[in-house]
């Protein structure tokens, strides 16, 4: 599959390509003509001088004719991703549906008008006036998204945009650019206007950097790592921020969890994605009293993960996003061996594939539970009660989500007051959301300004007030 990076709806020819290998095996999968600087800025100027905005109603159509043609095109999609990504079809059929819930909701969101009235007679100082709130369409903003989820990142990304009226410029990641760009031809099809979306791959000086810093972007919404993120807060400017950083959610199990759901949610929030997700169980903190035989029965479980060919439909866990990380976390394995803990099922690699990995009695400064590990491991730590792992969960820089088993409702509102994070799921994972509650962490997991659809309507279009004198 051969494709261009597109301005304003249309292809790009010339600057060089970039070519996509399968993470499994190493095959091609296809190419992309990327970008150059110039089409940077011919995608802004287009954005920033369209003036057509398509109504409410178009929008929310556009929205929901992309949704039929990806329904009918679910299989293409999830197999797409499977080859750029090495995620497993069980994830990637997933993620197809996720993404039809963002364009559903996103469409359903074009149509909302959240306008207020305000009375201006409720002060001494008022008047017989009124105040009106109407929400208006930014004139530019940018997306820049990782390879983990990369389809449903981007969707996350454009279909509110496309819903608030408001041009894009998308920069996907380099690893997964094929699929981001399939869905760009999608909503083409459906009748997205051209300087709607442009979709942008090329050297990160070129590309990403100019758009980061690009005073004409008047918002910049970034998924990906803290690292980028804070350069990104470091260089953007004046601009509206919205950063979804890196994670490192804890799951705690309390003595009185019923255990084997405590054990299916470490399980799946460990390995789902190959542990590739922000919200993925980063750290397994189980009470003294449970531990030995939580850990005896997330062995067994972990074992019946089949870690393999990602298209194969028996594969639960495909590779990760290349080689480079699977050895990465190989080290991170390493390490925490020789700080005292132990394999107790996995840790192997073959090339891109690491099977999922738990790890005991590992010790809670090592560099695995300390910073995010972005693969399916599943290290427990033992804790002595609700505060120590309160303290414990809290004791990163991170913030994004966590989730806590329990029958114990003072435990779950204790928890829920106490972490210090985005979200607090009880007796689910991390990870749970629908696709339009708001989402989003703190501290180094991002500013706290929440994204899902509706929310990220909110972050690309500003509220203007009139007033009236009646
Ligand atoms: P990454 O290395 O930070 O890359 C993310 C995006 O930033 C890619 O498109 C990348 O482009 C681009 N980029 C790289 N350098 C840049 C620069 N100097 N300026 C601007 N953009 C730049 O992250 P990743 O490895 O793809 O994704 C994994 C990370 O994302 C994890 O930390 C994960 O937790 C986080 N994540 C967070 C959320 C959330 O909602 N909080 C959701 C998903 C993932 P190239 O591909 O060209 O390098």
């Avoid at 031809?185 to 950097?209: D, K, Y």
Wanted: aromatic share 4%.
């Amino acid at each position: 599959m051969n494709l261009c990076s597109l301005v304003a709806g249309q292809p790009v020819t010339g600057a060089g390509s970039l070519a996509v290998r399968n993470p499994y095996n190493g095959a091609p999968v296809g190419s992309v003509a990327v970008a150059s600087r110039a089409d940077v800025q011919a995608a802004v100027a287009a954005a920033r001088g369209f003036r057509d905005t398509p109504s409410r109603h178009t929008r929310s159509r556009i929205l929901g004719t992309a949704a039929e043609a990806l329904e009918q095109a679910r299989e293409d999609f999830a197999r797409l991703i499977t080859q750029e990504a090495g995620l497993a079809l069980r994830e990637t059929r997933y993620e197809v549906g996720r993404t039809l819930d963002v364009l559903r909701f996103a469409a359903l969101e074009a149509l909302r008008d959240d306008g207020q009235v305000f009375a201006c007679d409720v002060s001494p100082l008022g008047k017989a006036r009124k105040i009106f709130t109407t929400r208006e369409p930014l004139r530019c903003v940018a997306a820049i998204t990782p390879f983990n989820h990369p389809l449903n990142q981007v969707a996350h990304k454009v279909a509110p945009a496309i819903a608030a009226g408001t041009p894009l410029l998308l920069k996907p990641s380099e690893k997964t650019p094929l699929v981001a760009l399939k869905f760009a031809g999608l909503l083409s099809a459906a009748g997205l206007p051209g300087p709607m979306l442009s979709v942008l791959l090329g050297p990160t000086a070129e590309v990403a950097e100019t758009l980061v810093t690009h005073p004409d972007i008047e918002a910049l919404a970034f998924t990906g790592s803290v690292a980028v993120g804070k350069r990104i807060a470091a260089t953007a400017g004046y601009k509206r921020l919205v950063l979804e950083l890196g994670g490192n959610d804890p799951l705690i199990v309390l003595d009185d969890a019923e255990l084997e759901l405590a054990v299916t949610l470490a399980a799946e929030g460990s390995y789902r994605n190959s542990g590739q997700r922000c919200t993925a169980v980063k750290r397994i903190l189980v009470q003294d009293g449970i531990a030995p035989e939580f850990t005896r029965r997330l062995v067994q479980r972990t074992r019946e993960y089949v870690c393999g060919d990602p298209m194969d439909e028996a594969t639960r866990v495909g590779t990760v996003i290349d080689e480079a990380s699977a050895l990465q976390l190989e080290q991170v394995v390493q390490e925490a061996v020789a700080a005292g803990a132990k394999v107790l099922t996995g840790g192997r690699r073959h090339g891109a594939l690491l099977e999922p990995t738990v790890m005991g009695d590992v010790p809670r400064d090592c560099r695995m539970v300390v910073s995010e590990s972005f693969g399916p491991l599943a290290p427990i730590l033992t804790v002595r009660d609700l505060d120590d792992a309160i303290a414990l969960a809290n004791g990163t820089p991170y913030g994004l989500s966590s989730g806590v088993v329990t029958t114990n409702l003072s435990h779950a509102l204790k928890a829920v007051r106490a972490l210090r994070c985005g979200t607090v799921n009880i007796n689910e994972v991390p990870g749970f959301r629908v696709e339009n509650s708001p989402f989003g962490g703190i501290q180094d997991s991002g500013l706290g300004i929440k994204e899902g659809v509706i929310e990220a309507v909110k972050a690309y279009s500003y509220v203007k007030t009139f007033s009236l004198p009646w």
